[in-house]
């Protein structure tokens, strides 16, 4: 990395299930470059939690039996807050739910038409 860049990461999480599945974000991983160290813990942290109980009506039934599917909705909403914020310096987020998703969905169709090009 040449000096004074900011350092380049791969974004993408992965939770074990009470049933022994593992769920991954790897598929999905954001390529970020990293602003402001601090934050992003929180951040992932909220967005998760907003794929689990807000997004989603389904989600919100399924409380607290939620699928891998919807796991892994939910922390790819994580990946994307924890990056966005990870753009913008200071502790806090300052991203809008609008925001958020709209990088997300741009993100998501990107990552698709890349795996549809490869196969």
Known sequence: RAPGTPPTQLRWSMACLKSGEVVSTYDTRIKQEVIEEIGGGDS??????????????????????????????AMQRGDMMATLKQRQVGDFSHVRREELDLALT????????AAAATS
């Open 106 to 113: 741009e993100h998501l169709a990107g990552t698709a038409a």
């Open 44 to 73: 992932w942290l909220s967005g998760c939690i907003d794929g689990l109980v807000h997004v989603s009506p389904e989600a919100q039934a399924c409380a607290p039996v939620w699928s891998k599917e919807m796991w892994r909705a």
